[in-house]
């Protein structure tokens, strides 16, 4: 994945935060 991230980034990790609770989180950063 690129090293910018988009601004919807922000929303979409929220979002895959609240969406995947149960699962270990999206982070793009290491």
């Known amino acids: 994945m ?3 991230t988009p601004a919807w ?3 979409l ?3 895959m935060l609240r ?3 149960k699962y270990p989180p999206f ?3 290491p």
């Open 13 to 15: 990790e929220d979002w």
């Open 19 to 21: 969406m995947t609770d």
């Open 9 to 11: 980034s922000d929303d």
């Open 2 to 4: 690129a090293s910018e």
């Open 27 to 29: 982070s793009g950063k």
